[in-house]
């Protein structure tokens, strides 16, 4: 079956716009999950999509990163203002979660360039 | 604070040649383990994974890692390596999340 896709493959923004990033998950998964990878801090998780549960927000590295996620399945990862240091390629996971860990299905990123 | 680390930021092998990549994990109890493979301009593919039980878990690929809880290891192995293996490969944990923590990768070369 279909794998976890992104969109776009590539972005380059300006300093201080405002972009949206597209994770759409294997069907039927219920997880979803952001991550970032960069240069300078490797792979780091960014936000947690678990059903209709309040998301676990606690990588987000600054308050203008947000992240929806409507009706249970695609999410829309969102960077208000961006800075040069959000360069970096943002990378969508999703599992199945029916048990306690569940494995994660990587998307092939999207890489983001602020100018 | 709980971690991951591969202490080999670079590594380069002969074609043929076996392979061990080192990973070591910082945790008060054993977290879940995962091994990801990502090909320059592809996201991360799954290698293999240890949650309980056999403590050597086979993977795709020809790759298998042992987990040895006396070492805070899960390192991977591979008895020949082929060129096509040349790529980073992230150890990964869950620890009390889902999440995941990632190691800084392994790049691998492959000499012909």
């Known amino acids: 079956g279909a794998g976890v896709s992104q969109s776009p493959s590539n972005k380059v923004t300006e300093k201080g716009k405002d972009v949206e990033l597209r994770c759409d998950p294997i069907?039927?998964?219920?997880?979803l999950y952001w991550y970032r990878q960069s240069l300078g801090q490797g792979l780091e998780f960014l936000i947690y999509?678990?059903?209709?549960?309040?998301?676990?927000k606690s990588g987000l590295p600054s308050d203008r990163f947000s992240a929806e996620r409507t009706g249970g399945s695609v999410s829309t990862l969102t960077i208000q203002r961006t800075q040069q240091e959000d360069s970096a390629v943002y990378l969508c996971?999703?599992?199945?979660?029916?048990?306690?860990?569940?494995?994660?299905?990587f998307g092939p990123g999207t890489r983001l360039l602020v100018l | 604070a709980q971690s991951v680390t591969q202490p080999d930021i670079h590594i380069t092998v002969s074609e043929g040649a076996s392979l061990e990549l080192r990973c070591n994990y910082s945790?008060?109890?054993?977290?879940?383990l995962f091994w990801y493979v990502q090909s320059p301009g592809q996201g991360l593919q799954l290698l293999l994974k240890?949650?309980?039980?056999?403590?050597l878990v086979q993977g795709i690929k020809g790759f298998e890692a042992e987990f040895k809880r006396s070492q805070s290891s899960f390192n991977l192995r591979k008895p020949s390596v082929h060129w096509s293996d040349a790529a980073e490969y992230f150890c990964?944990?869950?620890?009390?999340?889902?999440?995941?923590?990632f190691g800084g990768g392994t790049r691998l070369m492959v000499k012909p």
């Open positions: 069907s039927g998964h219920t997880a």
């Open positions: 945790y008060g109890a054993t977290p879940y």
């Open positions: 990964a944990a869950s620890f009390a999340g889902n999440m995941l923590t």
């Open positions: 999509f678990q059903g209709n549960s309040a998301p676990d």
């Open positions: 996971a999703s599992s199945s979660a029916s048990g306690v860990v569940e494995t994660q299905y």
């Open positions: 240890y949650f309980s039980g056999d403590t």
